[in-house]
């Protein structure tokens, strides 16, 4: 907008102090929508905050929002989809792909590699 440093610096520090720009609370919204929404894990929304500069404070205070129940429903239903999904007869190659579905989404690997064992 053209303005002047110390005028976008006065801006700033009102919409900080008026709770505007508020980054716990952005991560807390991000964590929220990319996990529900997206249905990715907690590295990909880790390592897509920290490409956005948001404090690791921050990212945690938002990730512990995320109850562990419901983190390990939503993957069983993913292992589920994907593993409907996938024509593979051979069961070892069909795990492989449903784990880099669920590795590139971000899940970890343990995780995986845990439940992918109970359904395959």
Not at 98 to 107: E, I, S, T
């Amino acid at each position: 907008m053209r303005m002047i440093p110390e005028a976008i610096d006065q801006i700033v520090v009102h919409l900080i102090q008026e709770n505007y720009l508020n980054e716990e609370r952005f991560a807390k919204a991000f964590v929220s929508g990319k996990f529900r929404i997206k249905k990715w894990g907690k590295n990909r929304i880790i390592r897509e905050l920290k490409f956005k500069e948001i404090s690791k404070c921050s990212i945690e205070i938002a990730l512990n929002e995320i109850k562990e129940e419901d983190y390990l429903n939503t993957l069983d239903d993913l292992i589920l989809k994907r593993i409907d999904q996938i024509n593979e007869q051979n069961k070892f190659k069909k795990r492989k792909k449903v784990a880099d579905y669920l590795l590139y989404r971000g899940w970890e690997s343990h995780l995986i590699y845990e439940k992918i064992n109970d359904y395959i």
